[in-house]
């Protein structure tokens, strides 16, 4: 199986959080204050980056076309002045008829009752009634452009109720899955140790108390091994 593909099916049928997935990248990944607009949700695919300009929308919804099924799409904006990017309508479309997975806005969304209403899995920074324009604007800025695609095309990005994260293309591999299964069973023991031990948070979070005490039932004990490099950082061997 595709390491991608697998990634993907981990994160869902464990229901990996942002916060979770955010660790496993050394506390970084995410897309600074973009939050559901209709919260209880949790999607994950692969992004495809688009991108608008300049109080128009005009280049997006050309864009909106090559959209493939199971995509998260994620639209960054360049000088839009807290415009909303759309609405319901390419909402809908995205969503319903492109099968996106997911869409996330680096800017405002409009139509929020409509929006929640259908409960679409929209991430946006805000929301507003005031659209961008339907005509030819100048683009979004080809250099900034490349440097995106470069961060975040090829990707994984994780959404639910804490936010938007992206598993770069680059730390899709065997790493980076292990990484997510031992996110899993530190957060199973961590929890074992508050609720069944009543141990302070110190003990558990700082200073791993469960590592030099023998405590812990057969099943964690049998996942410690694992456990010996915290996750703090993203880089293998720091």
Same mark, same amino acid.
Not at 132 to 161: L, M, T, W, Y
């Given at each position: 199986m595709d390491i991608t593909i697998e990634i993907i099916e981990f994160i869902r049928a464990n229901r990996v959080s942002t916060t979770e997935v955010a660790d496993a990248l050394g506390k970084s990944g995410v897309l600074a204050d973009i939050l559901p607009i209709t919260p209880g949700k949790l999607h994950v695919g692969r992004v495809r980056a688009l991108f608008t300009a300049n109080d128009s929308n005009y280049d997006l919804h050309e /864009?909106?076309?090559?959209? &493939?099924?199971?995509?998260?799409?994620?639209?960054? +904006?360049?000088a839009c #002045? @807290?415009?909303?990017? =759309?609405?319901?309508?390419?909402?809908r479309f995205l969503t319903l008829y492109k099968g996106a997975e997911a869409v996330v806005v680096d800017g405002k969304v409009r139509d929020v009752s409509r929006l929640r209403r259908e409960t679409y899995p929209i991430w946006?920074?805000?929301? +507003?009634? !005031?659209?961008? =324009? #339907? %005509?030819?604007? &100048?683009? =979004?800025?080809? &250099?900034?452009?490349?440097?995106?695609?470069? /961060?975040?095309?090829?990707?994984?990005?994780?959404? $639910? $109720?804490?936010?938007? %994260?992206?598993?770069?293309? $680059?730390?899709?591999n065997e790493s980076m899955l292990?990484? !997510?299964? /031992?996110? &899993?069973?530190? @957060?199973?023991?961590w929890y074992y140790c508050l609720n069944a031990l009543k141990w302070d948070t110190k003990k558990i979070v700082c200073d791993k108390g469960y590592l030099a005490e023998d405590i812990l039932p057969q099943v964690f004990i049998e996942k410690l091994a694992k456990m010996k490099k915290p996750l703090d950082s993203k880089k293998e061997g720091e």
């Open positions: /864009q909106c076309k090559h959209v &493939e099924k199971g995509e998260v799409v994620i639209v960054f +904006t360049h #002045n @807290e415009r909303a990017i =759309f609405g319901d309508l390419v909402a946006a920074k805000g929301v +507003t009634p !005031l659209g961008c =324009f #339907n %005509v030819s604007a &100048e683009p =979004f800025p080809p &250099e900034k452009v490349a440097a995106i695609r470069k /961060q975040v095309d090829g990707g994984i990005a994780v959404c $639910d $109720d804490g936010g938007v %994260v992206v598993i770069p293309r $680059d730390q899709l292990a990484r !997510l299964h /031992q996110i &899993e069973d530190q @957060e199973d023991i």
